[in-house]
Protein backbone atom coordinates (compact mmCIF):
# COMPACT_ATOMS: atom_id res chain seq x y z
CA UNK A 1 0.00 0.00 0.00
CA UNK A 2 2.30 3.05 -1.29
CA UNK A 3 -0.16 5.61 1.03
CA UNK A 4 0.89 3.77 3.90
CA UNK A 5 4.91 3.03 2.72
CA UNK A 6 5.00 7.02 2.18
CA UNK A 7 4.06 7.83 5.58
CA UNK A 8 6.09 5.40 7.39
CA UNK A 9 8.99 7.07 5.04
CA UNK A 10 8.09 10.00 6.15
CA UNK A 11 7.30 9.81 9.23
CA UNK A 12 8.46 6.87 10.83
CA UNK A 13 11.52 6.66 13.55
CA UNK A 14 13.54 3.59 13.83
CA UNK A 15 15.37 2.98 17.53
CA UNK A 16 17.78 1.20 19.03
CA UNK A 17 16.76 -2.71 19.26
CA UNK A 18 14.89 -3.19 16.00
CA UNK A 19 12.07 -0.58 17.17
CA UNK A 20 9.97 0.72 14.61
CA UNK A 21 8.69 3.47 16.24
CA UNK A 22 4.81 4.75 14.41
CA UNK A 23 3.43 6.72 17.00
CA UNK A 24 2.50 9.86 15.22
CA UNK A 25 -0.18 8.48 13.16
CA UNK A 26 -0.23 4.51 13.78
CA UNK A 27 -0.47 3.69 17.53
CA UNK A 28 -0.11 6.66 20.16
CA UNK A 29 -1.89 9.38 17.76
CA UNK A 30 -3.81 8.32 15.21
CA UNK A 31 -4.50 9.16 11.69
CA UNK A 32 -7.93 8.61 11.31
CA UNK A 33 -8.25 9.15 7.46
CA UNK A 34 -5.37 6.90 6.89
CA UNK A 35 -6.92 4.13 8.72
CA UNK A 36 -10.13 4.73 6.73
CA UNK A 37 -7.56 4.17 3.28
CA UNK A 38 -6.68 1.14 4.98
CA UNK A 39 -9.74 -0.38 6.02
CA UNK A 40 -10.36 0.35 2.23
CA UNK A 41 -7.56 -1.82 1.02
CA UNK A 42 -8.60 -4.46 3.20
CA UNK A 43 -11.63 -5.07 1.97
CA UNK A 44 -10.53 -5.14 -1.42
CA UNK A 45 -7.84 -7.75 0.01
CA UNK A 46 -10.76 -9.98 1.12
CA UNK A 47 -13.51 -9.04 -0.69
CA UNK A 48 -14.57 -12.49 -1.89
CA UNK A 49 -14.60 -14.00 2.02
CA UNK A 50 -17.45 -14.00 4.11
CA UNK A 51 -16.53 -12.14 7.55
CA UNK A 52 -18.55 -12.12 10.61
CA UNK A 53 -16.34 -10.64 13.21
CA UNK A 54 -12.67 -8.78 13.40
CA UNK A 55 -10.78 -9.73 16.36
CA UNK A 56 -8.23 -7.64 17.55
CA UNK A 57 -5.86 -7.35 20.73
CA UNK A 58 -5.91 -4.19 23.44
CA UNK A 59 -4.52 -1.31 22.97
CA UNK A 60 -3.14 0.09 19.79
CA UNK A 61 -4.93 -2.76 17.42
CA UNK A 62 -8.32 -1.23 18.62
CA UNK A 63 -8.34 1.82 16.73
CA UNK A 64 -7.58 0.42 13.36
CA UNK A 65 -9.84 -2.66 13.39
CA UNK A 66 -12.59 -0.29 14.55
CA UNK A 67 -12.25 1.56 11.52
CA UNK A 68 -11.94 -1.08 9.10
CA UNK A 69 -14.97 -3.01 10.81
CA UNK A 70 -17.14 -0.14 8.63
CA UNK A 71 -15.76 -1.89 5.45
CA UNK A 72 -16.98 -5.07 6.68
CA UNK A 73 -20.66 -4.52 8.76
CA UNK A 74 -19.33 -6.55 11.40
CA UNK A 75 -18.42 -5.98 14.94
CA UNK A 76 -15.09 -6.28 16.35
CA UNK A 77 -14.27 -8.32 19.38
CA UNK A 78 -11.08 -7.20 21.37
CA UNK A 79 -8.77 -9.60 23.34
CA UNK A 80 -7.74 -8.29 26.91
CA UNK A 81 -4.50 -8.36 28.85
CA UNK A 82 -6.03 -8.08 32.34
CA UNK A 83 -8.37 -9.38 33.63
CA UNK A 84 -10.91 -6.73 35.12
CA UNK A 85 -14.07 -7.13 37.65
CA UNK A 86 -15.93 -6.34 33.87
CA UNK A 87 -14.85 -10.21 32.43
CA UNK A 88 -17.05 -12.89 34.15
CA UNK A 89 -18.01 -16.20 33.15
CA UNK A 90 -16.23 -18.20 30.45
CA UNK A 91 -13.21 -16.85 28.75
CA UNK A 92 -10.96 -18.51 26.07
CA UNK A 93 -7.37 -17.52 26.99
CA UNK A 94 -3.82 -18.02 25.84
CA UNK A 95 -0.08 -16.64 26.73
CA UNK A 96 2.15 -14.10 24.52
CA UNK A 97 5.04 -12.24 24.47
CA UNK A 98 5.37 -8.57 23.94
CA UNK A 99 8.50 -7.88 21.73
CA UNK A 100 8.10 -4.17 22.91
CA UNK A 101 7.90 -4.70 26.01
CA UNK A 102 9.18 -7.87 26.54
CA UNK A 103 6.29 -8.81 29.31
CA UNK A 104 4.61 -12.66 29.06
CA UNK A 105 0.80 -11.80 29.51
CA UNK A 106 -2.58 -13.77 29.03
CA UNK A 107 -4.97 -12.87 26.63
CA UNK A 108 -8.75 -13.55 27.00
CA UNK A 109 -11.84 -13.55 25.07
CA UNK A 110 -15.29 -14.09 26.55
CA UNK A 111 -16.92 -16.78 24.83
CA UNK A 112 -19.95 -14.88 24.48
CA UNK A 113 -18.60 -13.59 21.76
CA UNK A 114 -16.52 -15.71 19.51
CA UNK A 115 -18.44 -18.67 18.56
CA UNK A 116 -18.06 -21.85 16.27
CA UNK A 117 -20.04 -20.67 13.45
CA UNK A 118 -17.64 -17.40 13.32
CA UNK A 119 -15.39 -16.04 10.13
CA UNK A 120 -13.12 -14.20 11.76
CA UNK A 121 -10.62 -11.04 10.57
CA UNK A 122 -8.04 -11.13 12.88
CA UNK A 123 -6.68 -7.40 12.52
CA UNK A 124 -3.55 -5.64 14.56
CA UNK A 125 -1.29 -2.64 13.76
CA UNK A 126 2.13 -4.72 14.34
CA UNK A 127 3.21 -8.11 12.95
CA UNK A 128 7.07 -9.13 14.71
CA UNK A 129 7.95 -11.93 16.08
CA UNK A 130 4.39 -13.35 16.03
CA UNK A 131 3.40 -13.90 19.35
CA UNK A 132 0.30 -11.13 19.70
CA UNK A 133 -0.89 -12.69 16.52
CA UNK A 134 -0.36 -16.38 17.54
CA UNK A 135 -2.06 -16.31 20.62
CA UNK A 136 -5.09 -14.19 18.97
CA UNK A 137 -5.17 -17.40 16.13
CA UNK A 138 -5.43 -19.87 19.63
CA UNK A 139 -8.28 -17.94 20.90
CA UNK A 140 -9.91 -18.56 17.48
CA UNK A 141 -9.12 -22.31 17.42
CA UNK A 142 -10.14 -22.65 20.57
CA UNK A 143 -13.33 -21.40 19.83
CA UNK A 144 -13.86 -24.09 17.11
CA UNK A 145 -14.16 -20.53 14.59
CA UNK A 146 -13.12 -20.02 11.44
CA UNK A 147 -9.78 -18.04 10.84
CA UNK A 148 -10.30 -16.13 7.18
CA UNK A 149 -6.69 -14.77 7.64
CA UNK A 150 -5.15 -11.90 8.88
CA UNK A 151 -4.25 -8.24 8.32
CA UNK A 152 -1.38 -6.54 9.45
CA UNK A 153 -0.42 -2.72 8.57
CA UNK A 154 3.06 -3.11 9.37
CA UNK A 155 5.18 -6.05 9.18
CA UNK A 156 8.92 -6.70 10.21
CA UNK A 157 9.90 -8.88 7.57
CA UNK A 158 12.92 -9.16 9.47
CA UNK A 159 11.77 -10.99 12.31
CA UNK A 160 10.39 -14.56 11.87
CA UNK A 161 6.63 -13.87 12.54
CA UNK A 162 5.38 -13.18 9.19
CA UNK A 163 6.81 -16.30 7.62
CA UNK A 164 6.11 -18.92 10.62
CA UNK A 165 2.30 -17.93 10.36
CA UNK A 166 2.27 -18.44 6.85
CA UNK A 167 3.81 -21.57 6.81
CA UNK A 168 1.30 -22.88 9.05
CA UNK A 169 -1.17 -21.95 6.41
CA UNK A 170 -2.82 -18.98 7.52
CA UNK A 171 -3.28 -15.90 5.19
CA UNK A 172 -1.41 -12.68 6.49
CA UNK A 173 -2.17 -9.96 4.48
CA UNK A 174 0.45 -7.49 5.78
CA UNK A 175 -0.14 -3.54 4.10
CA UNK A 176 3.85 -2.50 4.38
CA UNK A 177 6.51 -4.96 5.03
CA UNK A 178 9.99 -3.81 6.38
CA UNK A 179 12.96 -5.82 5.42
CA UNK A 180 15.52 -3.70 6.22
CA UNK A 181 15.91 -0.38 8.29
CA UNK A 182 18.96 1.17 9.54
CA UNK A 183 18.77 3.21 12.57
CA UNK A 184 22.22 5.64 11.39
CA UNK A 185 20.70 6.72 7.99
CA UNK A 186 16.96 6.10 8.76
CA UNK A 187 16.73 4.29 5.29
CA UNK A 188 13.67 1.78 5.43
CA UNK A 189 13.28 -1.40 2.91
CA UNK A 190 10.12 -2.57 2.12
CA UNK A 191 9.42 -5.84 0.50
CA UNK B 1 -29.52 9.37 23.13
CA UNK B 2 -32.67 6.63 23.09
CA UNK B 3 -31.23 4.59 20.60
CA UNK B 4 -28.64 4.16 23.30
CA UNK B 5 -30.69 3.62 25.92
CA UNK B 6 -32.70 0.99 24.69
CA UNK B 7 -29.43 -0.96 23.72
CA UNK B 8 -28.42 -0.94 27.51
CA UNK B 9 -31.96 -1.69 28.91
CA UNK B 10 -31.66 -4.48 26.39
CA UNK B 11 -27.72 -6.00 26.51
CA UNK B 12 -26.73 -4.13 29.61
CA UNK B 13 -26.29 -6.22 32.92
CA UNK B 14 -26.34 -5.43 35.98
CA UNK B 15 -23.59 -7.04 38.60
CA UNK B 16 -22.46 -7.06 42.30
CA UNK B 17 -20.80 -3.87 43.21
CA UNK B 18 -22.37 -1.51 41.22
CA UNK B 19 -20.52 -2.91 38.26
CA UNK B 20 -22.98 -2.18 34.74
CA UNK B 21 -21.51 -4.63 32.02
CA UNK B 22 -21.88 -3.48 28.70
CA UNK B 23 -19.44 -5.95 27.39
CA UNK B 24 -21.72 -7.32 24.50
CA UNK B 25 -21.88 -4.06 22.18
CA UNK B 26 -19.55 -1.35 24.07
CA UNK B 27 -16.28 -2.32 25.88
CA UNK B 28 -15.32 -6.10 24.71
CA UNK B 29 -17.17 -6.86 21.98
CA UNK B 30 -18.04 -3.29 19.79
CA UNK B 31 -20.78 -2.46 17.66
CA UNK B 32 -19.46 0.04 15.66
CA UNK B 33 -22.48 1.15 13.71
CA UNK B 34 -23.96 2.16 17.04
CA UNK B 35 -20.44 3.85 17.36
CA UNK B 36 -21.55 5.99 14.04
CA UNK B 37 -24.70 7.12 15.50
CA UNK B 38 -22.69 7.74 18.40
CA UNK B 39 -20.35 10.26 16.48
CA UNK B 40 -22.85 11.59 15.33
CA UNK B 41 -24.58 12.72 18.25
CA UNK B 42 -21.10 14.10 19.72
CA UNK B 43 -20.68 15.70 16.69
CA UNK B 44 -24.33 17.49 17.17
CA UNK B 45 -23.37 18.37 20.77
CA UNK B 46 -20.09 20.40 20.05
CA UNK B 47 -21.43 21.35 16.76
CA UNK B 48 -20.35 25.02 17.21
CA UNK B 49 -17.02 23.93 18.38
CA UNK B 50 -13.26 24.23 16.71
CA UNK B 51 -11.65 21.01 17.78
CA UNK B 52 -8.65 19.87 16.92
CA UNK B 53 -7.71 16.55 18.50
CA UNK B 54 -10.00 13.88 20.52
CA UNK B 55 -7.86 12.30 23.47
CA UNK B 56 -9.12 9.44 25.32
CA UNK B 57 -7.39 6.83 27.35
CA UNK B 58 -6.52 3.09 26.48
CA UNK B 59 -7.83 0.48 25.99
CA UNK B 60 -11.79 0.76 25.78
CA UNK B 61 -11.80 4.42 24.72
CA UNK B 62 -9.86 4.16 21.92
CA UNK B 63 -12.63 2.44 19.65
CA UNK B 64 -15.25 4.93 19.91
CA UNK B 65 -12.81 7.91 20.05
CA UNK B 66 -11.36 7.03 16.30
CA UNK B 67 -15.33 6.54 15.00
CA UNK B 68 -16.38 9.71 16.48
CA UNK B 69 -13.25 11.50 15.22
CA UNK B 70 -14.65 10.80 11.67
CA UNK B 71 -17.22 13.43 12.29
CA UNK B 72 -14.78 15.82 13.45
CA UNK B 73 -11.88 14.97 10.90
CA UNK B 74 -9.38 15.17 13.51
CA UNK B 75 -6.65 12.42 15.37
CA UNK B 76 -6.98 10.81 17.96
CA UNK B 77 -4.72 10.66 20.95
CA UNK B 78 -4.73 8.09 23.55
CA UNK B 79 -3.26 7.86 27.13
CA UNK B 80 -1.19 5.02 27.80
CA UNK B 81 -1.37 2.89 30.92
CA UNK B 82 2.47 1.24 31.18
CA UNK B 83 5.54 2.90 29.48
CA UNK B 84 6.36 0.80 26.86
CA UNK B 85 9.62 0.79 25.07
CA UNK B 86 7.87 2.68 22.34
CA UNK B 87 7.22 5.45 24.26
CA UNK B 88 10.70 7.27 24.39
CA UNK B 89 11.03 11.04 24.69
CA UNK B 90 9.04 13.60 27.22
CA UNK B 91 5.71 13.10 28.16
CA UNK B 92 2.51 14.21 30.77
CA UNK B 93 1.59 12.10 33.34
CA UNK B 94 -0.69 11.55 35.71
CA UNK B 95 -2.31 9.30 38.54
CA UNK B 96 -5.73 7.17 37.66
CA UNK B 97 -7.16 4.68 40.18
CA UNK B 98 -9.70 2.70 38.33
CA UNK B 99 -12.82 1.97 39.19
CA UNK B 100 -13.41 -0.98 37.93
CA UNK B 101 -9.78 -2.97 38.68
CA UNK B 102 -8.99 -0.86 42.03
CA UNK B 103 -5.58 -0.54 40.65
CA UNK B 104 -3.46 2.99 40.78
CA UNK B 105 -1.38 3.90 37.73
CA UNK B 106 -0.02 6.47 35.93
CA UNK B 107 -1.38 7.98 32.42
CA UNK B 108 0.90 9.31 30.20
CA UNK B 109 1.00 11.23 26.93
CA UNK B 110 4.10 12.11 24.94
CA UNK B 111 4.39 16.15 24.14
CA UNK B 112 4.66 15.89 21.14
CA UNK B 113 1.23 15.30 20.88
CA UNK B 114 -0.55 17.61 23.12
CA UNK B 115 0.28 21.09 22.14
CA UNK B 116 -1.09 24.34 23.83
CA UNK B 117 -2.43 25.60 20.49
CA UNK B 118 -4.84 22.28 20.55
CA UNK B 119 -8.34 22.51 21.51
CA UNK B 120 -9.08 19.39 22.95
CA UNK B 121 -12.36 17.16 23.71
CA UNK B 122 -12.16 13.77 25.70
CA UNK B 123 -14.06 10.93 24.77
CA UNK B 124 -14.48 7.89 26.77
CA UNK B 125 -17.44 5.21 27.47
CA UNK B 126 -17.69 5.34 30.94
CA UNK B 127 -17.91 8.06 33.76
CA UNK B 128 -18.28 6.69 37.28
CA UNK B 129 -16.30 8.21 39.86
CA UNK B 130 -14.48 10.35 37.38
CA UNK B 131 -10.48 9.40 37.85
CA UNK B 132 -10.01 8.43 34.70
CA UNK B 133 -11.77 11.54 33.10
CA UNK B 134 -9.65 14.11 35.72
CA UNK B 135 -6.42 12.19 34.76
CA UNK B 136 -7.42 13.48 30.98
CA UNK B 137 -7.83 16.76 32.14
CA UNK B 138 -4.41 17.06 34.20
CA UNK B 139 -2.96 16.05 30.72
CA UNK B 140 -4.67 19.12 28.71
CA UNK B 141 -3.59 21.09 31.53
CA UNK B 142 -0.44 19.88 31.70
CA UNK B 143 0.21 20.86 27.97
CA UNK B 144 -1.58 24.36 28.64
CA UNK B 145 -4.20 23.25 25.76
CA UNK B 146 -7.54 24.11 25.52
CA UNK B 147 -9.92 21.95 27.03
CA UNK B 148 -13.50 22.46 24.92
CA UNK B 149 -15.21 19.38 27.02
CA UNK B 150 -15.87 15.38 27.26
CA UNK B 151 -17.81 13.36 25.96
CA UNK B 152 -19.09 10.39 27.79
CA UNK B 153 -21.03 7.36 26.60
CA UNK B 154 -22.34 6.32 29.95
CA UNK B 155 -22.01 8.04 32.64
CA UNK B 156 -22.78 6.51 36.10
CA UNK B 157 -24.87 9.82 37.82
CA UNK B 158 -24.72 7.80 41.36
CA UNK B 159 -21.55 7.60 41.52
CA UNK B 160 -19.80 11.54 42.24
CA UNK B 161 -17.67 11.85 38.76
CA UNK B 162 -19.70 13.68 36.88
CA UNK B 163 -21.05 16.17 39.29
CA UNK B 164 -17.70 17.20 40.77
CA UNK B 165 -16.05 17.39 37.04
CA UNK B 166 -19.00 19.87 35.89
CA UNK B 167 -18.63 21.88 39.33
CA UNK B 168 -15.08 22.52 38.16
CA UNK B 169 -16.30 24.27 35.31
CA UNK B 170 -15.74 21.00 32.15
CA UNK B 171 -18.56 20.66 30.15
CA UNK B 172 -19.19 17.04 30.15
CA UNK B 173 -21.93 15.84 27.58
CA UNK B 174 -23.14 12.36 28.50
CA UNK B 175 -25.02 10.28 26.14
CA UNK B 176 -26.99 7.94 28.70
CA UNK B 177 -26.78 8.66 32.62
CA UNK B 178 -27.37 6.05 34.80
CA UNK B 179 -29.20 6.92 38.01
CA UNK B 180 -30.45 4.10 39.34
CA UNK B 181 -30.07 0.54 38.77
CA UNK B 182 -31.44 -2.96 40.57
CA UNK B 183 -29.10 -5.67 40.37
CA UNK B 184 -32.15 -8.08 41.63
CA UNK B 185 -35.17 -6.79 39.47
CA UNK B 186 -32.39 -5.47 36.55
CA UNK B 187 -34.29 -2.26 36.56
CA UNK B 188 -32.26 0.61 35.14
CA UNK B 189 -33.70 4.03 35.07
CA UNK B 190 -31.96 7.34 33.50
CA UNK B 191 -31.78 10.66 34.12
Redesign the interface.
Known amino acids: MELLKERIRKDGKI?A?N?L?M???L???????L??EIGKEFRKRFENETITKILTI??SG??I???V??YF??????A???K?????GETYTSRVE?F??GRVYDII??K??LKSEDRVLIIDDFLANGSALQGLVKLVTAAGATLVGAGIVIEKGFQPGGDLIRKSGIRVESLAIVDEMNEETGIIKFR
Open positions: KGVKDSFNHQMDIAFGEAIGACIAQNVPVVFKKNTKNIASTSVSEF
